[in-house]
Nanobody, 123 residues
Framework: QVPLVESGGGLVQAGGSLRLSCAAS????????MVWYRQAPGKQRELVAG???????NYADSVKGRFTISRDNAKNTVYLQMNSLKPEDTAVYYC?????????????????WGRGTQVTVSS
């Protein structure tokens, strides 16, 4: 597996912005999809935004027009720019990354999850 490290979470007032980052370690050969999920207390984990290797993006209806997913292949990093935050955006945000990585034994597929970063939006 490829280790993922999320950062950028924190406490912000409603209407504010945060940018989350998810950095991958390793010799990544290709990235299939990179997806941000979130899980609020007492709720199921839900997809927030995803981006494919071709650059196609998709968003949950609840964040369309407010959140933007992007990536920097040279830095092996995917970002989630979150604007106009609402209290209902409060959750732990997780990064999921699927692709292929060079290992000592050759090229292998990976499907990695980060540990999550807390986003809290106060009203």
């Amino acid at each position: 597996q490829v280790p993922l490290v999320e950062s950028g979470g924190g406490l912000v007032q409603a209407g504010g912005s945060l940018r989350l980052s998810c950095a991958a370690s390793g010799s990544i050969v290709s990235s299939n999809t990179m997806v941000w999920y979130r899980q609020a207390p007492g709720k199921q984990r839900e997809l927030v935004a995803g981006i494919t290797s071709g650059g196609n993006t998709n968003y949950a209806d609840s964040v369309k027009g407010r959140f933007t997913i992007s990536r920097d292949n040279a830095k092996n990093t995917v970002y989630l720019q979150m604007n106009s935050l609402k209290p209902e955006d409060t959750a732990v945000y997780y990064c999921n990354w699927r692709g292929k990585v060079i290992t000592p034994t050759g090229i292998t597929a990976f499907d990695s999850w980060g540990r999550g970063t807390q986003v809290t939006v106060s009203s």
